[in-house]
């Protein structure tokens, strides 16, 4: 007889929250790619402290996007906009570290699922499924 238990835990914040912050301009990274180019693989986190916004992560797409500027308009839409607050989206410093997505994880998912179809379980267990995650909730 199996008694295992589980325990299942999740954290929320609150607006404002420096993590509600980031995942929302990790989020709009990642809409304004997708508008693009809906093909883009991004895996882009984004990190704060008083007066600095970091994004970084890698990314494949063949879109552009102004990343400082979407981190600047996603502060002030949360109401960042005044230096007293402590924090404010014209003077916050933005730092981007984005770099090509890995050929390592590119490989586990450039092979089409028609292709993969095709294959045998052999086959299958060597392709990998890149990069994953698993999320609940949203920014």
């Given amino acids: 007889m199996n008694t295992a ?3 299942f835990t999740s954290e929320s914040v609150t607006e404002g929250h420096p993590d509600k912050l ?4 990790s989020d709009g990274v990642l ?12 895996a882009c986190e984004t990190a704060t402290t008083t007066g600095l916004i970091l994004v ?3 990314i494949t797409t063949e879109a552009y996007v102004d990343i400082p ?3 600047r308009e996603t502060v002030k839409k949360i109401g960042y906009t005044d230096a007293r607050m402590g924090f ?3 003077t916050c410093g933005v730092t981007t570290a984005i770099g090509q997505q890995s050929p390592d994880i590119a490989q586990g998912v450039n092979t089409s699922s028609e292709h993969r179809d095709k294959l045998t379980d052999d086959e299958l267990e060597k392709i990998g499924a890149g990069d994953q995650g698993m999320m609940i909730g949203f920014a």
């Fill in 69 to 71: 500027g979407i981190v």
């Fill in 56 to 58: 970084a992560g890698e």
């Fill in 22 to 25: 980031c995942d929302q301009i």
């Fill in 88 to 90: 404010d989206y014209r």
């Fill in 31 to 42: 809409d304004a790619l997708l508008k693009q180019d809906p093909m883009s693989r991004v």
């Fill in 5 to 7: 238990k589980t325990f």
